[in-house]
């Protein structure tokens, strides 16, 4: 094998073993919990220990319709994080910091980076990202503070029904951002076929529950430090309730 065929086969194993990271790294979203609002971090179905994780959450912010900072807090209960909704925001924005992950040649994920793990395919930071739209807006959601990588529909009001249509926009430090990859439905289908954002940063998709709906949004940026990392993975979602018909 020449060397411009090695060089070839290397980037896109490289490449194939960043996209299969993406696909299936954890992120955190919004979600009811016995009649209260929950920060969930997990994966399709699994949403996994948060109380565990409650340290590497940055920040926690609340939002009127017009995208007035409105007072909120976490709850740090046995087994969830609930958020204080007494203010009653329309909207509310996290951030977590996962740390730096390596992935070693057998397949395992270390809490470390490539310095410490010399063999490693891919070393990542990453940063998770989560914005709830509680009700309808009165105007497109707004960039809100700390969110990096952020899901934006592009009209104000939300579909009413699944199967509609919805145009959004993924923002990467407050820029729209071609390539994003981007998950109709990151709760019950999180191996779906990845969509990706046109230059304007848009991207179409069929709303997929009359229920809850949490869509995610994956970007690569370069690495902060290239010593310890391949990349920075910046995983957002978006989640938005459709109401079921009156009982």
Same mark, same amino acid.
């Not at 194993?13 to 990271?21: F, H, N, Q, T, Y």
């Given at each position: 094998m020449n060397n411009i065929t090695k060089f070839v086969t290397t980037a896109?194993? %490289?490449?194939? &073993? &960043?996209?299969?990271? %993406?696909?299936h790294a954890h992120g955190i979203?919004?979600?009811?919990?016995?009649?209260q609002l929950a920060l969930l971090? /997990?994966?399709?179905?699994?949403? &996994?220990? $948060?109380?565990?994780? @409650?340290? $590497?959450?940055?920040?926690i912010a609340g939002?009127?319709? +017009? /995208?007035k900072p409105v007072p909120t807090s976490l709850i740090k209960t046995d087994h969830l994080i609930l958020v204080d909704t007494e203010n009653q925001p329309a909207l509310v924005a996290a951030v977590l910091d996962n740390g730096t992950w390596s992935k +070693? #040649?057998? /397949?395992?994920w270390l809490k470390k980076g490539k310095d410490e793990v010399p063999d490693a395919v891919v070393s990542e930071q990453n940063y998770k990202y989560a914005v709830l739209i509680r009700g309808q807006m009165t105007a497109p959601l707004p960039l809100l503070p700390g969110q990096t990588l952020q899901i934006l529909p592009v009209d104000a009001t939300l579909p009413a029904l699944l199967g509609q249509s919805m145009k959004l926009r993924v923002m990467y430090q407050g820029k729209p951002v071609a390539g994003a990859r981007v998950l109709h439905d990151w709760i019950n289908d999180p191996d779906s076929e990845q969509l990706k954002t046109s230059a304007d940063g848009t991207v179409t998709i069929k709303v997929r529950?009359? /229920? &809850?709906?949490?869509? =995610?949004?994956? @970007?690569?940026? #370069? #690495?902060?430090d290239p010593k310890?990392?391949? +990349? =920075?993975?910046?995983?957002a979602s978006l989640s938005f309730v459709l109401p079921h018909a009156p009982e």
């Open positions: 896109a194993l %490289a490449a194939s &073993l &960043l996209a299969s990271a %993406a696909t979203w919004f979600a009811q919990r016995n009649n971090y /997990g994966i399709g179905a699994d949403d &996994l220990d $948060m109380v565990k994780r @409650f340290s $590497m959450v940055k920040s939002f009127d319709a +017009t /995208g +070693t #040649p057998e /397949g395992k529950n009359q /229920g &809850l709906n949490v869509v =995610v949004a994956i @970007f690569n940026s #370069p #690495p902060e310890k990392t391949n +990349t =920075v993975e910046h995983l």
